[in-house]
């Protein structure tokens, strides 16, 4: 009797502690899931999505990201003060004419400026010809403002499509492999499906970002463009009122 009981004591003791000790596994895999960080996850995530699609979704995630980085640096340096130019060409052709005043331009960086320059060197051919070279000049500069931007757009419409086609290629996998073994499984096909979802979720992430990029450097185009049209008119108006 004392040996039957000392047997299911010790195997008592056992089973608690084999109990314990999962359960403290267990805990300590939770823990270690919990603390992975974002980037991490994202990491493991972007690895199991495969490098085909991924890859390229990435690329194009890169190169947006390069050429909207390029068009903000490129904007925000374009952007001026017209008002204060405006006063100070004002001030110089009152003061000086209009050398002076092609002067103040020449310091100036911006579209602006460029094309109160332009402006300023047919003035001396009537007010006909200046109203021209400002108006054909600004076009040019719509042009430089604009450059590359095509781009971003391209990228922010072919990243979900690429995402798209590997949810297609990804269920076309899991669709083959019920064919062949005659039976639906979950776990046959769990992980081709796992693969689709993940290139449709990074190809939206991607055009969601740049979308928010594309956004900004529009709204600023647009900013700039309304100034050089206000900045034109009043140049024209300065200048009809220094030939008087």
């Known amino acids: 009797m004392k040996k039957i009981s000392f047997t299911l004591a010790t195997a008592g003791m056992f089973i608690l502690g084999t109990t314990t000790a999962s359960a403290a596994l267990i805990q300590d895999e939770a823990a270690a899931e919990a603390s992975k960080g974002f980037t991490q996850v994202l990491k493991e995530q972007f690895i199991q999505g495969g490098p085909a699609f991924m890859g390229i979704v990435l690329l194009c995630l890169i190169l947006g990201l390069a050429v909207a980085i390029e068009r903000i640096i490129y904007l925000n340096l374009a952007s001026t003060n017209s008002a204060k130019l405006r006063q100070e060409v004002e001030d110089a052709l009152a003061s000086g004419g209009v050398e ?22 047919r003035a001396g051919e009537g007010l006909e010809s200046a109203e021209k070279a400002v108006v054909a000049y600004g076009g040019v500069q719509m042009g430089q403002l604009e450059k590359n931007v095509s781009w971003l757009s391209l990228f922010i419409a072919i990243a979900p499509m690429l995402g798209f086609m590997g ?15 005659g039976n639906l499984s979950a776990s046959l096909i769990a992980g081709d499906i796992q693969v689709a979802l993940l290139t449709t979720v990074f190809g939206l992430i991607t055009a969601i970002i740049l979308q928010i990029f594309y956004n900004y450097i529009i709204a600023k185009i647009d900013s700039i463009v309304n100034d050089m049209e206000d900045s034109s008119i009043a140049l024209i108006d300065m200048l009809a009122a220094h030939k008087k």
């Open 100 to 121: 002076a005043a092609k002067e103040v331009c020449r310091n100036t960086k911006g579209p602006v400026a460029s094309i109160y320059y332009q402006g300023l060197d």
């Open 167 to 181: 949810t297609v290629i990804g269920m076309i996998q899991a669709f083959q492999k019920i064919a062949a073994v």
